[in-house]
């Protein structure tokens, strides 16, 4: 059966989730304990005032496919915005049996709508992936604050901002026995259904913790995070570059580590005549 109207189905978002074109999913139920990856939780009910990147689709989610969501899409449909309704909304998405991402840890969100998170500065392997991780599967809008080692958690309590990979009694989001903190975000937001992410997270444990043996791409990683910690002096900057390299390598576990390549890979078949 088509799909309705201005509608898209699980099966159809699913293959967008957490890449660098993924539309903007904007969830408007109230309050939930688990999402679809990458999920917007808008703070204010007036789709008009919505300040999202312009160009981008949306995929607005409710409970059924029923209720708010349809009227909410088409009035951003008529301010020029590409909105489309996630066919059968939530219970649709969880009825496919597709992966989600768990919002119990998730720190309280600011007045912004942002979570923000703090960290020490001048990072390498795990304090990009975590705020690409988080960027691509729990909050898009989060904020991260790069300050000198001994100001993490001082920062943290001054501006309500989770600290994340610093070795400190008490904090969270750090290691934990032989796992990185990108190990521990992984499974602490229920992100464990996602196997590409679980090969992921072994060439980041591999970089991270100086076990390249754990997957043969953990010493190009780290190769590629020393060099750009050292192109870029300003840690933001540094943070968006990582982001396209964590970007690629998730989509080589996602969907080409079958893929070969050498010199004669990109040629014809022998015997084969173009017709």
């Known amino acids: 059966m088509m799909p309705a109207p201005n509608t898209i189905t699980s099966d159809k978002l699913v ?9 903007q999913i904007v969830d408007l139920r109230d309050a939930p304990t688990e999402a679809i990856p990458g999920s917007r939780f808008p703070a204010d009910p007036d789709p008009v005032r919505w300040n999202y990147p312009v160009g981008m689709p949306i995929v607005v989610v409710d409970a059924d496919g029923a209720g708010a969501a349809v009227a909410v899409a088409a009035i951003l449909r008529s301010e020029g915005v590409p909105a489309e309704v996630l066919e059968g909304g939530f219970a649709a998405w969880t009825a496919g049996g ?9 720190p309280p969100r600011h007045a912004d709508g942002r979570t923000w998170w703090v960290t020490r500065s001048r990072p390498k392997v795990d304090r990009i992936a975590c705020p690409w991780l988080i960027r691509r599967f729990v909050d898009p809008d989060a904020r991260f604050l790069f300050v000198p080692p001994g100001d993490v958690l001082t920062v943290a309590r001054q501006q309500q901002a989770e600290p994340f990979d610093v070795a400190e009694e008490g904090v969270f989001w750090s290691h934990r026995g032989e796992r ?3 190990d521990v975000m992984v499974e602490a937001f229920g992100l464990e259904a996602h196997v590409s992410l679980l090969r992921l997270a072994a060439i980041v444990r591999g970089a991270d913790t100086d076990r390249l043996d754990l997957a043969p791409e953990a010493a ?6 020393l060099g750009l910690s050292r192109l870029h002096s300003d840690d ?5 570059a990582g982001m396209a390299i964590y970007d690629a390598l998730y989509r080589w576990c996602r969907d ?3 893929e070969k390549h050498n010199w004669s890979s990109h040629r014809p078949a022998r015997g084969k005549v173009s017709a």
């Open 98 to 106: 597709l992966p989600t991402v768990s919002l119990s840890h998730l």
């Open 15 to 23: 293959r967008l989730v957490a890449v660098a074109s993924a539309p």
């Open 180 to 182: 990185c903190t990108f």
């Open 236 to 240: 933001h900057a540094q943070l968006e």
């Open 256 to 258: 080409a580590q079958a």
């Open 220 to 225: 190009g990683l780290l190769a590629i995070s």
